[in-house]
C-alpha cells in the first residue's frame, strides 16, 4: 500500500498522561496498515467530569466530546489514546468508542497493559485497539471473523488473537470509505 500524503492526515493525540513512545508507535502501526499519513499532535487534557466516582472509571462518550473539540477541519480523523479504565453505559469496561459522525475515536491501554510486561506485546495490543476504533470512524462494524480487527474484543484473549489488519472484505469497505473521504 503506497501513503497518501497528499490527503488530510489521521492524527493521534495523547489524552491526559501517555508515554510519548505508545502515541508514536500507534501512529507508526497505523501509517503501515492503513497506508495514510498519519501525524501525532499536542496532547489533550483529561475532562475531569468524565471520572465516575461510583464505578471508578473514565465515560468514553465524554473524552470523545473532548475530542471533537479540538478535532480541526483539516484532519481527517483524530483518535485520542488514554490510560485510564473506560466505561460505556451497560458495559463493564470498553477498550475503545468511536464516533463516526464527528470522526473521532479514543482507546484505552489501561487495560491492554495487563500481562503485557513485554513491550512487543503491547505495542501490538495498542495497535490492534488503535485501527479498530479508527475503522469505527470510517463506518466499518464489527466483524463475524474472529482474526479481524474489527471483531469485537471482550477479553484480552479475543484482542490478542486479532490480526492488526482487517479482512479482505473490511479491508475493501474502509479503503473505499477512506478514498471518499479525502
Request: net charge positive; glycine share 6%.
Amino acid at each position: 500500500m503506497t501513503l497518501a500524503t497528499h490527503a488530510r492526515p489521521i492524527v493521534i493525540a495523547s489524552v491526559g498522561r501517555i508515554e510519548r513512545r505508545l502515541v508514536a508507535w500507534a501512529a507508526e502501526d497505523a501509517r503501515a496498515v492503513l497506508g495514510r499519513d498519519v501525524v501525532v499532535a499536542d496532547g489533550v487534557p483529561l475532562p475531569s467530569h468524565a471520572f465516575s466516582r461510583q464505578r471508578d472509571q473514565w465515560r468514553a462518550a465524554v473524552i470523545l466530546d473532548a475530542l471533537a473539540d479540538v478535532k480541526r477541519a483539516d484532519w481527517l480523523r483524530l483518535l485520542g489514546i488514554v490510560d485510564v479504565d473506560l466505561y460505556a453505559p451497560d458495559l463493564n469496561f470498553v477498550f475503545g468508542e468511536a464516533d463516526e459522525r464527528r470522526g473521532v475515536a479514543v482507546f484505552s491501554t489501561a487495560r491492554l497493559r495487563v500481562g503485557a510486561e513485554i513491550t512487543d506485546r503491547l505495542r501490538r495490543r495498542a495497535a490492534t485497539e488503535a485501527i479498530h476504533e479508527l475503522g469505527h470512524t470510517f463506518g466499518l462494524r464489527h466483524c463475524s471473523r474472529p482474526n479481524c480487527v474489527m471483531w469485537f474484543s471482550n477479553t484480552l484473549t479475543e484482542t490478542d488473537r486479532k490480526d492488526v489488519r482487517p479482512c479482505a472484505e473490511h479491508a475493501r469497505e474502509l479503503a473505499g470509505a477512506m478514498e471518499a473521504s479525502r
